[in-house]
């Protein structure tokens, strides 16, 4: 993630975690802890915050295998920081970096 930046709109986060904007969506309507800000036209502004959160949702639901009822009982439940999110998260970026790097020879 952009360090300066604050908020980020659904198409970039969509793209951080390799989703489509219409799952995001989804999830926001079925996770009630997700509410990003909007504008008075509508356009969503998530910040960190929501954006680990949605991490968290993903990795729950997609590699853990959870359904979204259990995914919001483990949210629920566990209040800390996965430190195997974390560490997704940091691979992530570095394989987003390589990436970028071939792209630039």
């Known amino acids: 993630m952009t360090e300066g930046k604050l908020y980020y709109n659904i198409g970039e986060v969509a793209e951080m975690l390799g989703v489509n904007t219409s799952l995001?969506?989804?999830?926001e309507s079925e996770f009630p802890q997700l509410r990003?800000?909007?504008?008075?036209?509508?356009?969503r502004s998530y910040t960190r915050q929501d954006i680990e959160l949605l991490r968290r949702i993903h990795h729950l639901t997609k590699d853990c295998g959870l359904t979204l009822e259990g995914a919001r009982q483990q949210l629920r439940n566990d209040k800390t920081p996965d430190k195997k999110l974390q560490l997704i998260d940091t691979l992530t970026e570095l394989k987003n970096f390589l990436v970028s790097m071939k792209q630039s020879l």
């Open 36 to 43: 990003p800000a909007k504008n008075k036209k509508g356009t």
């Open 24 to 27: 995001l969506r989804f999830w």
